[in-house]
C-alpha cells in the first residue's frame, strides 16, 4: 500500500510517516522541506500544497492521502495567507485526490474550530462551532471544503486532534522550559479545561480513522483524561522537579498585552513571547469528548497524561534540551 502524506516533516507528520513505514507502507512524504524519517519504502518530494500541479503529479498512484500541512496558529500571516493553505492548500490535495480515484483521505481539521466551549466540558463532534481567530476559521474553512468533497464523492475522513504532546513537539517545549527555568506564570485561575493526547495515541488513532472510519464523518482524537491548565501546568512542573508559582497574572491586562505584543512583534515580521494564540490555551476550553472514536473505531488512547509528560522531559533531558 502507497500513502501520500502532506506536512510530512512536521512533530505529528513525522511520527506519522515512521508509523507507516513500520507497517509496511510505501510512504511519499510531501512538505516544504525534508524531515528526518527514515527507511526503504520512503520519498520525500518538497513542495508546497498550493502547487495545484506537484501534489496532482505527487499522489498519483497512491492508496490513502493523509493531509496535515497547514499554517500554524503561530504563523505570521494575515487571514487571507491562512486562508490560501488551510483552505485553498485543503481544496487542491483533495480534490487531486478524488480526480485519482484514491480510496480513502483523512484531514486533519483542529479543535480550534469549537473556539471557547462553553459549559468547559468535553465537547462531541456536533457541538457548536465558534472559531475565535485567523487559524480557527481558515481550519474551519478547510474542514468544510473536506465535507464538500465528501459530498462530491470523496471517501475523506475528519480527524479533530485534542492538545497535542510528546517528546521533540517544540511548541510544547517552549511551554515545559518556561516552567522548567522559573520563567512561568498562570493567566487567571487555570480553570479552562483541555484533553491533551501524546502523540503516539494520536496517531495509532489516525491509522485506525483510515481504517475503519466512515467517509464524510468527523472524529475526536483526544486522549481519556480531561485536565484544567491548572492540572497540566502542575504534571509538567512536576515531571520537571518544580512547582508553580502561586501567584497569578490577570486575564484583562493579560489579554490586552497578548494583544499589543502580538500586533507588535508582527509589524516586524517576528513571534511574540505572549500574543492571543498562545494566550487561547489559558483562557478557552476545548475539551473533547472520544466517545464516537471509541466506538467506531475501537480508539482507546492508552498514555496518561503524567506518564507522556515524564517521557517528555525525560527525552528533552536526553537530547539537550534541557
Not at 98 to 118: D, I, N, P, Q, T
Not at 228 to 247: D, L, N, Q
Request: some cysteine; aromatic content about 6%.
Amino acid at each position: 500500500m502507497r500513502a501520500f502524506v502532506t506536512g510530512a516533516s512536521g512533530f505529528v507528520g513525522t511520527r506519522l510517516v515512521d508509523r507507516l513505514l513500520a507497517g509496511g507502507w510505501n510512504v511519499r512524504a510531501f512538505d516544504l522541506a525534508p524531515g528526518p524519517s527514515q527507511g526503504t519504502g520512503l520519498e520525500y518530494i518538497r513542495g508546497d500544497i498550493r502547487d495545484e500541479t506537484l501534489v496532482a503529479s505527487s499522489l498519483a498512484g497512491t492508496d490513502l492521502v493523509i493531509h496535515l500541512a497547514a499554517a500554524l496558529g503561530s504563523s505570521r500571516l494575515g487571514e487571507e495567507g491562512f486562508l490560501a493553505v488551510n483552505a485553498g492548500g485543503t481544496k487542491i490535495v483533495l480534490e487531486a485526490a478524488l480526480k485519482a480515484g484514491l480510496k480513502r483521505a483523512v484531514h486533519f481539521s483542529s479543535a480550534g474550530v469549537l473556539g471557547h466551549v462553553e459549559g468547559n466540558e468535553p465537547a462531541d463532534e456536533g457541538q457548536a462551532l465558534n472559531p475565535r481567530d485567523a487559524y480557527d476559521r481558515t481550519k474551519l474553512a478547510g474542514e468544510r471544503v473536506a465535507l464538500d468533497l465528501a459530498a462530491r464523492g470523496l471517501d475523506v475522513v475528519i480527524i479533530r486532534p485534542g492538545w497535542v504532546y510528546g517528546p521533540g513537539d517544540r511548541r510544547t517545549f517552549k511551554l515545559i522550559r518556561a516552567i522548567a527555568r522559573g520563567r512561568f506564570i498562570l493567566v487567571g485561575r487555570g480553570g479552562a479545561k483541555q484533553t491533551p493526547v501524546h502523540v503516539d495515541d494520536l496517531v495509532g488513532g489516525v491509522l485506525l480513522a483510515a481504517e475503519k472510519g466512515r467517509g464524510g464523518e468527523i472524529y475526536n482524537l483526544a486522549g481519556g483524561e480531561t485536565l484544567t491548565v491548572r492540572a497540566m501546568a502542575e504534571t509538567m512542573a512536576a515531571a520537571c522537579g518544580k512547582r508553580i508559582p502561586r501567584v497569578r497574572l490577570p486575564v484583562g491586562p493579560t489579554r490586552l498585552a497578548a494583544g499589543l505584543l502580538g500586533g507588535a512583534f508582527g509589524f516586524f515580521g517576528k513571534e511574540a513571547p505572549l500574543n492571543p494564540s498562545r494566550l487561547a490555551f489559558f483562557l478557552h476550553p476545548k475539551p473533547l469528548r472520544i466517545d464516537k472514536a471509541k466506538a467506531e473505531l475501537g480508539y482507546d488512547p492508552a498514555i496518561g497524561f503524567e506518564e507522556g509528560m515524564a517521557r517528555t522531559v525525560a527525552w528533552a533531558r536526553k537530547n539537550g534540551w534541557l
